[in-house]
């Protein structure tokens, strides 16, 4: 593969390259906010799915899903290509989650993933714009975002209040309800929207599987007797409101999708 090739000659890129292909209803986002936010939600998506076909695993996507949704809260959605700061997202989580990606596979994932059925991009002046694009976007999101690009995600919060949580229930009760598995779907979920930047990790565990329970009906055992609740035990500093709060945003995210095609 020539992408480190300085014998190529190509002419200096400009600094926010498109694809020609991409939606033109994303190159400028409309200043309604419910707009807005059902464009971060599709290149959120987006981003998702190009990350699946990259091989890449559930933290590396969680990180690119918040610098997205960081990068766009410093600055106007109608500002930059939203598909080229995604793609530079996934470039720069890979770095940061030591999960590296060559920048000619997330191009060309990314590239059928707008052109379906389409070839990949030829090595050529339009794919080193788009690749020298993605690099120096890069950069940008960096300075913006002050070189804060490491985060702490929910997901080993999750993890360890699962296993708390499957050794305080009925073995039987647990088995017959994919508590686990919804947890895990609304916690993926969740990243469509802005509730990483504005909850804390440990707060966005224990309401995703509090919504979990409660889509199954399922009671954790003693609760109602108890001095404290059991989201308590796992969050002192949680409230009910906050739990709710993020359980309403969750269902907002849900009610999104049905809207977007």
């Given at each position: 593969m020539a992408e480190a090739g300085a014998a190529v000659s190509r002419p200096p890129p400009p600094l926010y390259f498109s694809l020609g292909e991409m939606e033109e209803s994303c190159s400028t986002a409309p200043p309604d906010k419910d707009k807005a936010g059902k464009t971060h939600f599709r290149i959120i998506r987006f981003i998702m799915e190009a990350g699946v076909k990259l091989g890449m695993q559930s933290i590396p996507i969680a990180t690119a899903c918040t610098v997205y949704h960081k990068f766009f809260h410093e600055t106007a959605l109608d500002a930059y290509d939203p598909y080229l700061v995604a793609m530079s997202a996934i470039y720069l989580a890979g770095k940061v989650e030591e999960q590296h990606l060559r920048t000619r596979d997330i191009i060309n994932v990314c590239h059928r993933y707008l052109n379906p059925g389409s070839?990949?991009?030829?090595?050529?002046?339009?794919f080193w714009e788009l690749r020298d694009s993605i690099v120096q976007c890069e950069l940008l999101m960096l300075r913006l975002l002050q070189f804060r690009v490491s985060f702490i995600h929910p997901h080993k919060y999750l993890l360890h209040y699962l296993?708390?949580?499957?050794?305080?229930?009925?073995?039987?009760?647990?088995?017959?309800?994919?508590?686990?598995?919804?947890?895990?779907?609304?916690?993926?979920?969740?990243?469509?929207?802005?509730?990483?930047?504005?909850?804390?990790?440990?707060?966005?565990?224990?309401?995703?599987?509090?919504?979990?329970?409660?889509?199954?009906?399922?009671?954790?055992?003693?609760?109602?007797?108890?001095e404290t609740q059991w989201w308590k035990v796992f969050s002192e500093d949680i409230t009910k409101e906050t739990i709710d709060s993020i359980v309403s945003e969750l269902i907002h995210i849900y009610t999104m999708d049905t809207e977007i095609p």
């Open positions: 070839d990949p991009l030829e090595v050529d002046t339009k296993v708390s949580l499957k050794n305080w229930m009925n073995r039987h009760s647990w088995e017959r309800t994919p508590i686990a598995t919804a947890s895990w779907a609304l916690l993926r979920d969740s990243y469509h929207g802005d509730i990483c930047l504005r909850y804390e990790a440990q707060h966005i565990a224990v309401a995703v599987l509090y919504f979990a329970l409660q889509c199954y009906g399922v009671d954790v055992p003693g609760n109602e007797s108890a």
